[in-house]
């Protein structure tokens, strides 16, 4: 009797448990279909990609060196055993030493390279691809192989498959980068708030590269190599579950009638767009070429610690932070001065870049990579929604060519730095690297006045709407413009019930208003 009682309750109890969790469950989908709040969700998934992809760049800094050279000596020994078994497993001979040395600096740094050139290679399929099926299906193709290749890496014990591993990260990071950004600028179509949501992504990017070091590093000493490759591995397969619950890409009718965007081979030969990419390439050369090379240059010169190497670029993390938020603040006031701030950034990237080897002390180093950061920032969140408003306003507003025409000026960078900012350092060496990396930021920082005419061809929303109403082609069209309608009504105090529009208190109707204004000034032209 009382084993049925017990029993009786607990089928209650799991009733009880089922009907709040199915109850919590359509609060859930019913705050998905709000889309203000969706695409927050949409901007967070997409901001904590883009801070894997360069968390994985970046990891390996500290663990890559030490793992493989650990790896070259075994094989050197278990080699010098078997050719002469009765020698000593150190009379390996100084001229061996070096030359495994010069190998192993060559390794390392194609190693490091072979991310960015992939990711190179990949972007103008990546992006042609992006405008024809959406955004959502290439961001959850790119989480796939970033999940994959991270495991690969973390559990890979030679260098074929680290660098198979480390190739896949770039094929990856193709469609992830680019998708993310596009759909940022996707979602948010108003100049303000798009600078402020690039701006957040931008603040993610810059915390991945720079807290990716010593998080490695960190684990790497006390955990081993497999763990913090498993850390980001579980992070983004988190992030791709997170995707799938709230974006469903297989059921999204947005891109069953997307228009045809301009191919990227035209985007390439926009002046305007030309400039742009030209400049994110520039304005990352001093990062790119730093990074692999600052460290050796630290210790010998001014003899620094192994916690100084790894904590360099951390504190440039807030002057970044800074940067990308007062530029959003300054683009929402002055959105015609976007051009200005860029050259503004490149100059102060030139001027750091060009002190840098005048620091003797590891307190006087972190002022011009703050500055260098510091500048990078003002670029990049000027420029990247500069790219957005060059398509909505020269070709056709679909955004994923023109974002990988961004990724392939970063990663254009970032293949080059690893591999030439050595040889420049020691063929010439430490100094002249960061002189004409100055140089070419100062000189470059002109060509931004070319923008300076489109920076004030700032559409009115009004335009933007009545050419919407008066002729949406297809269901893309549609959707966009019941989706600005929908932004029109919280921002403006218009009902959310029904499909009527309410007028504010003084029984004035924005959209009549608007609409018999527009068709006044048409009639007044016509006559």
Known sequence: MNEDVGSSGLARSAAVKLSEMSARTKQLGSAMQDPHRQRRIILVIVCVALLLDNML??????????????????????????????????????????????????????????????????????GTFIDRVGYDVPLLIGLTVMFLSTCIFAFGENYATLFAARSLQGLGSAFADTSGLAMIADKYTEEAERSRALGIALAFISFGS???????????????????FLVLAFVCLADGFLFLTVIRPFSNRTRENMPVGTPIYRLMIDPYIAVVAGALTVCNIPLAFL????????????????????????????????????????????????????????????????????????????????????????????????LAF????????????????????YSVAYAMGPVVAGQIVHNLGF?????????????????????RSVCQMRPSYSERDT??????????????MEERRAKKKKKKGYSSAGNCLAVDENGFDAFKAQRSQSEESSGAEFT
């Open 431 to 451: 100094v002249q690297l960061n002189l004409g990396m100055g140089l070419v930021n100062v000189l470059y920082a002109p060509a931004l006045l070319l923008l």
């Open 210 to 228: 720079l807290v990716a070091p010593p998080f490695g590093g960190v684990l790497y000493e006390f955990a081993g190599k497999r763990v913090p």
């Open 57 to 126: 760049y970046m990891v390996i800094v500290p663990i890559i060196p030490d793992y493989l050279a650990d790896l070259e000596n075994e094989q050197s020994e278990h080699v010098h055993l078997i050719l002469h078994p009765n020698a000593s497993a150190y009379g390996n001979g100084t001229g061996a030493g070096q030359a495994n040395g010069n190998n192993l600096d060559v390794q390392i740094g194609v190693l490091f390279a072979s991310k960015a050139i992939l990711q190179l290679l990949v972007n103008p399929l990546s």
């Open 390 to 409: 060059l398509v909505d306003v020269r070709h056709v507003s679909v955004y994923g060519s023109v974002y990988a025409i961004a990724d392939i000026s």
């Open 467 to 480: 050419l919407l109403e008066e002729a949406p082609q297809g269901l893309y069209d549609t959707i966009r």
């Open 291 to 386: 990074e692999p090379t600052i460290a050796n240059w630290m210790e010998s010169t001014m003899h620094s610690k192994q916690w100084q190497m790894g904590l360099t670029w951390l504190p440039a993390f807030f002057p970044h932070v800074l940067g990308v938020y007062i530029t959003v603040k300054l683009a929402a006031r002055h959105p015609n001065l976007q051009w200005f701030y860029g050259a503004l950034g490149m100059v102060i990237i030139g001027a750091s870049s060009c002190t840098v080897p005048a620091c003797k002390t590891f307190g006087e180093l972190i002022a011009p990579l703050c500055g260098i950061c510091f500048g990078i920032a003002l670029v990049d969140t000027a420029l990247l929604p500069t």
